[in-house]
């Protein structure tokens, strides 16, 4: 097969090196159009349905040129699955997921909805007339149209778990995407099955859509059977569902959509995706075959997608749609501060570390989180080591609490305490039950108390802890960065959350269509194969 490398290239009668193809790129990147790849007169060239975009002859066109290979139109609403697009309603199989703490902002998801791209708000962490003030934002400015929250596991907190889905059912969310989950607890199950009623054709209508965010193929098969028939017992025993829902909760899954998560900000595994997410879809076809559901549990990837490379990956791997993350959280419409926004802008690939994650302290669970700029990921690192070592506060060495007042929390502990007691008298009075007369447990606390508040300092940008900014990133913002380093992308003032989506989908088209020409023997000069943003 000829080459575009090797053979001359004429664009409309004039000669070109093969290095530099702007004819191709043009054909290939107008996603609307059938690209052909034809042998002219004067070398091969690029045909956009008919009209020569490169290699023409001077008479134009290509018509009756030899034909070497051809790629159909590919818009980005062809990616993926058109199911997940019915499903919520949106033109994209695209989910921008949730960020804890509101950084995933209500303005985020109204602007991704207005675009027609599925968006998740992160309420976890937040309070419920936080919440409640979003959810009433939603209603308000995009009625109809869809948006998902996001329900975190909360082992440590579970008042605040039960809380959100009852404000979710007050207000009438009818889409949850649900993180961080290990096990189904009776909140997450409740508001699956509250959402579960009789069709028209005798088919089971889920009006509380469920996407699952997971790691492990243990976890992602809790989520794709059906409900726990003890759970489900327990929840009518209390009556918070009904028998019929009870009834129906037999024959569909826990969730709709499952995410494989790889190695992405926040709480992972870091599993490579490649490895992950085969393994995710042959447990979906074994749990399909076996419970006969008459819609297919739809299976997405997340965790390392910052590129339309990747992106496309994804879809060339099976995902039934995308979800991006750490890219989001430096646009403008996240709730990040600038500063941090400025710290995500300049990341590269190798700039992330695990450190202990507030929520799960006691568990030893780690998220992944920025290191460049800061250093909160060796200061975290160092409370769990001593919450290991010693029984309580009162334990730890005098040189070790001088250091803890001095440099991390810059004051006394016993201050730090008396702002745990208040905060969770406030929010979740059972969390102060249970460190009384339990030394270890008020030591968890006071230790979170750093945790909880550098994620905040990093929202706020507070400029006096700066080195302590808590910023959950994977190395899709590493590769991000790279991507977008000679575009309008590179300044953080420049990403509109919606942009960036929109390049991301069609710049994974352009992909798609140029590995399509490769399997074809067809090989693109690299300056015309790699997709290029530019202010849409």
């Known amino acids: 097969m000829d080459t575009l490398e090797?053979?001359?290239?004429?664009?409309?009668?004039?000669?070109?090196?093969?290095?530099?193809?702007?004819?191709i790129y043009q054909a290939l990147a107008e996603l609307d159009r059938p690209c052909f790849i034809v042998r002219t007169p004067e070398g091969i060239g690029a045909v956009a349905e008919g009209r020569a975009a490169a290699g023409g002859t001077r008479s134009g066109g290509g018509a009756g040129l030899p034909l070497l290979a051809a790629v159909a139109a590919l818009p980005t609403q062809r990616l993926g699955s058109a199911e997940f697009r019915a499903a919520h309603g949106v033109r994209h199989p695209y989910l921008a997921g949730a960020m804890a703490?509101?950084?995933?902002?209500?303005?985020?998801?109204?602007?991704?909805?207005?675009?027609?791209?599925?968006?998740?708000?992160?309420?976890?962490?937040?309070?419920?007339e936080t919440i409640e003030a979003a959810l009433t934002r939603?209603?308000?400015?995009?009625?109809?149209?869809?948006?998902?929250?996001?329900?975190?596991?909360?082992?440590?907190?579970?008042?605040?778990?039960?809380?959100?889905?009852?404000?979710?059912?007050?207000?009438?969310?009818?889409?949850?995407?649900?993180?961080a989950f290990m096990a189904l607890t009776p909140h997450v199950v409740r508001w699956r099955l509250a959402g579960l009623r009789p069709g028209p054709d005798g088919r089971v209508l889920a009006e509380h859509r469920l996407i699952a965010k997971i790691s492990r193929t243990e976890t992602a098969e809790r989520f794709m059977r059906p409900a726990p028939a003890a759970m489900?017992?327990?929840?009518?025993?209390?009556?918070?569902?009904?028998?019929?829902?009870?009834?129906?909760?037999?024959?569909?899954?826990?969730?709709?959509?499952?995410?494989?998560?790889?190695?992405?900000?926040?709480?992972?595994?870091?599993?490579?995706?490649?490895?992950?997410?085969?393994?995710?879809?042959?447990?979906?076809?074994?749990v399909q075959r076996e419970h006969r559901y008459p819609a297919q549990i739809r299976v997405g990837a997340a965790g390392g997608l910052g590129t339309p490379v990747a992106?496309?990956?994804?879809?060339?791997?099976?995902?039934?749609?995308?979800?991006?993350?750490?890219?989001?959280?430096?646009?403008?419409?996240?709730?990040?501060?600038?500063?941090a926004k400025s710290l995500l802008a300049e990341a590269g690939i190798a700039d992330c570390e695990m450190a202990p994650a507030a929520d799960m302290f006691e568990m030893g669970v780690e998220l992944q989180v920025l290191k460049k700029g800061t250093l909160f990921p060796m200061r975290a690192k160092r409370l769990y080591e001593l919450y290991q070592a010693y029984d309580g506060l009162e334990s730890l060495p005098t040189e070790?609490?001088?250091?803890?007042?001095?440099?991390?929390?810059?004051?006394?502990?016993?201050?730090?305490?008396?702002?745990?007691?208040?905060?969770?008298?406030?929010?979740?009075?059972?969390?102060?039950?249970?460190?009384?007369?339990?030394?270890?447990?008020?030591?968890?606390?006071?230790?979170?108390?750093y945790l909880g508040m550098s994620s905040r300092w990093s929202t706020v940008g507070d400029p006096d802890r700066t080195l302590d900014y808590?910023?959950?990133?994977?190395?899709?913002?590493?590769?991000?960065?790279?991507?977008?380093?000679?575009?309008?992308?590179?300044?953080?003032?420049?990403?509109?959350?919606?942009?960036?989506?929109?390049?991301?989908?069609?710049?994974?088209?352009?992909?798609?269509?140029?590995?399509?020409?490769?399997?074809?023997?067809?090989?693109i000069p690299a300056s015309a194969a790699d997709y290029r943003p530019v202010p849409l």
Not at 151 to 171: G, K, T
Not at 259 to 281: M, Q, Y
Not at 435 to 446: D, F, I, Q, S
Not at 498 to 517: E, I, P, S
Request: with cysteine; proline share 6%; aromatic share 8%.
């Open 311 to 339: 992106v496309a990956a994804a879809f060339a791997m099976g995902a039934a749609y995308v979800v991006t993350g750490s890219v989001n959280q430096s646009c403008v419409e996240s709730g990040a501060s600038k500063a």
């Open 138 to 179: 939603f209603a308000t400015e995009i009625p109809g149209l869809p948006y998902a929250v996001n329900l975190i596991h909360s082992p440590s907190e579970e008042r605040l778990e039960r809380e959100a889905v009852e404000l979710f059912l007050r207000y009438g969310v009818r889409c949850v995407e649900a993180s």
């Open 6 to 23: 090797s053979t001359p290239l004429r664009w409309y009668g004039e000669s070109y090196p093969a290095t530099d193809a702007p004819g």
């Open 232 to 286: 489900v017992s327990s929840l009518l025993a209390q009556r918070l569902i009904t028998s019929e829902q009870a009834e129906l909760a037999k024959y569909v899954p826990m969730a709709d959509d499952i995410t494989v998560e790889a190695d992405s900000g926040g709480h992972t595994d870091r599993r490579p995706l490649p490895a992950l997410l085969p393994s995710i879809l042959r447990l979906r076809d074994t």
């Open 400 to 449: 070790e609490r001088v250091r803890l007042e001095t440099q991390i929390f810059r004051r006394p502990l016993d201050q730090v305490w008396q702002d745990c007691v208040g905060y969770f008298s406030r929010r979740d009075p059972e969390q102060l039950a249970r460190a009384e007369g339990n030394p270890k447990r008020r030591m968890a606390l006071v230790f979170r108390w």
């Open 470 to 523: 808590q910023i959950w990133c994977g190395p899709a913002m590493g590769s991000f960065n790279d991507w977008v380093t000679a575009s309008y992308l590179k300044t953080p003032g420049n990403r509109r959350v919606a942009d960036v989506a929109h390049h991301l989908m069609r710049g994974a088209a352009f992909h798609t269509r140029v590995a399509q020409l490769r399997t074809s023997g067809v090989r």
């Open 101 to 128: 703490g509101g950084i995933a902002s209500a303005d985020l998801v109204i602007a991704l909805a207005k675009e027609g791209f599925l968006a998740s708000f992160g309420a976890a962490g937040l309070l419920p």
